[in-house]
């Protein structure tokens, strides 16, 4: 079985609430979700959200909407993200962070294929961009999880689900990169810049199709150069560059 695990959470510092920001009349959440199950090969689809209070709302949501769900550590990703894994028992896991309403199953589809064909420990599109930002799909074998959630001691690796593994020589590890570098694209919602740019996209798109493609935003953006400046001032993964350096400031102290 593949199992695809939806990471999710309200308490985000740069803009909270941002999973259930209403997006053309509907949350943001619920629009990648539907995405998601629009690709042939994930099995089975579950969000992976917090014990916190601030995601009453969201397990609340997800509930009505009869989206499965499991509710874990909010600071200790990896172990929220493997107890999910654990219930399932899969043969492969994708992972999916709940910021990407722009997310492509025909992306997710490709990553995993080539994970399956090549029989990668970890394949992603992400450890070098070549995809906007925002497209990340990573895939693993579960008893790789596994051993990353018994075996990663640092916070960031922690924090970072994938960090003790794609960081790993051990393991088979496959970087899928797309035929042209979009890399300068910031499809991502962590900002309030990010869904004004996001919001505007789908203003354009939505209507005429749900489910429109990475190659649908792309020519939208190319008949539309201003929308890219929306966002343009913010760069990739601030989030875990942040975690390192205050990871690495802590251990020269502690030396």
């Known amino acids: 079985m593949i199992l695809a695990i939806l990471q999710a959470r309200c308490s985000s510092t740069r803009l909270p609430d941002k999973v259930i920001k209403n997006l053309v009349g509907t949350p943001m959440l619920m629009h990648q979700i539907n995405r998601i199950k629009k690709s042939k090969l994930i099995d089975k689809l579950v969000v992976a959200t917090t ?8 397990a609340d949501l997800l509930k009505e909407n009869n989206i499965e769900y499991c509710r874990g550590s909010l600071n200790d990703v990896l172990d929220r993200f493997y ?14 962070t709940g910021d990407c309403p722009l997310t492509d199953w025909n992306v997710i589809d490709k990553v ?15 450890l070098e961009y070549s995809f906007p930002d925002g ?9 790789v999880l596994a051993e990353a959630w018994e075996n990663a001691r640092l916070p960031s690796q922690r924090e970072h689900v994938t960090l003790y593994i794609n ?16 890399s300068m694209h910031r499809w991502t919602v962590d900002e309030e810049a990010d869904y004004v740019f ?12 749900p489910y429109f493609t990475m190659e ?31 990871e690495n400031d802590f251990l020269k102290e502690g030396k």
């Open 135 to 143: 497209l990340d799909v990573e895939v693993m074998k579960y008893s």
């Open 216 to 246: 649908d935003v792309l020519d939208l953006l190319d008949k539309n150069k201003e929308l890219s400046n929306i966002n343009s001032m913010f760069g990739i993964n601030e989030g875990l560059i942040k975690s390192l350096k205050q």
């Open 112 to 126: 995993i294929r080539i994970h399956l064909e090549n029989n990668n420990d970890y394949t992603c599109n992400c």
């Open 83 to 96: 107890n999910v894994a654990k219930i399932h028992n899969p043969k492969h896991v994708v992972r999916l």
């Open 167 to 182: 960081r790993n020589i051990k393991f088979k590890i496959e970087n899928i990169k797309n035929n042209i570098d979009l």
């Open 198 to 209: 996001v919001e505007k996209v789908y203003e354009k798109l939505y209507k005429k199709n």
């Open 51 to 58: 014990i916190d209070s601030s995601d009453d709302k969201l």
